[in-house]
Nanobody, 123 residues
Framework: QVQLVESGGGLVQAGGSLRLSCAVS????????MGWFRQAPGKEREFVAF????????YYTDSVKGRFTISRDNAKNTVYLQMNRLKPGDTAVYYC????????????????WGQGTQLTVSS
C-alpha cells in the first residue's frame, strides 16, 4: 500500500547536475529513514545515501561524498538527491527506499522500494 515513486532521471553530460525526487504516498510514517540506492548494468545494487526522517543525520558512500546531497521535505512527503559534478560511473538506475528501523546502508534492511529512475551520464 505504501508507494515510492522516483522522478528526475535523464541523460546529462559529465560534470553536469541533476536532482532526483522520491514521492511517498499511502500510509507513511514520519520516523522512517529514507535511502537512495543505485544499480548499474550487470552490477549489484549499492548504497548511495540515507537520511533520518527529521533530517538530523545523513550518511553517504565514499564515491559520492562532496558531490551528492540527500534532503527531505516532510510537508511534501518527498526525499531528494541533488547530484553535482556527475561522472560516467554514476550511470545507473536509482531507487529510493524507506526503512522503519532508523537508517542503514544495507538494501536488505529496507521495507519499501520505488521502481527506479534511470540516470545516464555521457562523457
Amino acid at each position: 500500500q505504501v508507494q515510492l515513486v522516483e522522478s528526475g532521471g535523464g541523460l546529462v553530460q559529465a560534470g553536469g547536475s541533476l536532482r532526483l525526487s522520491c514521492a511517498v504516498s499511502g500510509r507513511t510514517f514520519s520516523n522512517y529513514a529514507m535511502g537512495w540506492f543505485r544499480q548499474a548494468p550487470g552490477k549489484e545494487r549499492e548504497f548511495v545515501a540515507f537520511i533520518r526522517w527529521n533530517g538530523d543525520w545523513t550518511y553517504y558512500t565514499d564515491s559520492v561524498k562532496g558531490r551528492f546531497t540527500i534532503s527531505r521535505d516532510n510537508a511534501k512527503n518527498t526525499v531528494y538527491l541533488q547530484m553535482n559534478r556527475l561522472k560516467p560511473g554514476d550511470t545507473a538506475v536509482y531507487y529510493c527506499a524507506a526503512d522503519r528501523h532508523g537508517g542503514s546502508s544495507r538494501p536488505i534492511d529496507y521495507d519499501y522500494w520505488g521502481q527506479g529512475t534511470q540516470l545516464t551520464v555521457s562523457s
